[in-house]
């Protein structure tokens, strides 16, 4: 007989799913107008910071606009300037003084709006990215409805994977994953999980997970599928010797 002393240990279960990647953000870029494209500022692949010019459309209209309100600004801006001086030695009285700061208030709006409508002229980065395919060049027609190209920032993937419902409330947020991508099986990336769906699947008995990894080099791309490993700690249980347990017919 040899003696060992009764232990405790968690049940742990091994979770070995397929998941599919995306970039951490990611964007379709619509134009906000209608219009000829007259500059295309960007390369396929290419990164680009945010805030940065990338498609430009026609637009001298625009800017006569913009032009035109500037000058209406400026002549109401005297006006009230010159109302304003007289109001003090009294030879205005207070609702013309009123009808100019009106106006003056109104120039401003205008000038606002031809400039938003200038600024819709073009296609700007909204985060830092690399920059897909486009299919379009100078000279062709877009309207808000065309989708010029799209834009990904990954040096952050986000892995989604499904697990069963049996597992909800064993995984939890910050909990380690490991993700090996179907294309090359030798590489393996260590994650964590960066959130949890909130409902389950009625049909597949699952819910949605989707772990964080880094992607410094950009070796990995939005649309992967990867193999994803996790350990589940379950339930803490007492652990003797396998052969210290007899099983009979009662």
Request: with cysteine; aromatic share 4%.
């Amino acid at each position: 007989i040899v003696a060992r002393a009764v232990t405790s240990a968690h049940e742990k279960i091994r979770i070995q799913v397929v998941g599919t990647a995306r970039a951490l953000r990611s964007a379709t870029l619509h134009p906000a107008a209608a219009g000829e494209i007259t500059g295309i500022h960007f390369t396929t692949d290419q990164l680009v910071r945010s805030g940065r010019i990338l498609l430009e459309l026609d637009s001298e209209a625009e800017q006569l606009a913009v032009d035109l309100a500037r000058v209406r600004l400026d002549d109401a801006g005297r006006t009230f300037k010159r109302l304003a001086r007289l109001k003090s030695s009294g030879a205005v009285s207070n609702s013309t003084h009123d009808d100019s700061l009106s106006a003056l208030e109104a120039a401003r709006i205008e000038l606002k709006q031809a400039e938003v409508a200038l600024a819709d002229r073009h296609v700007v980065a909204p985060f830092s990215g690399r920059i897909g395919l486009t299919e379009f060049d100078i000279g062709d027609r877009v309207d808000m409805d065309t989708a010029i190209a799209s834009l990904d920032q990954r040096d952050t993937l986000l892995v989604r994977f499904e697990v069963p419902e049996a597992l909800l409330g064993r995984i939890k947020k910050g909990d380690r994953v490991s993700a090996n991508p179907w294309s090359d099986r030798d590489v393996s990336r260590i994650g964590d999980v960066f959130d949890i769906g909130s409902r389950v699947d009625e049909k597949t008995r699952t819910f949605a997970v989707r772990a964080k990894l880094d992607n410094p080099d950009d070796a990995l791309r939005p649309g992967m599928s990867f193999r994803v490993t996790s350990d589940v700690v379950g339930t803490l249980y007492p652990v003797v010797p396998e052969i210290a347990v007899q099983c009979g017919g009662d």
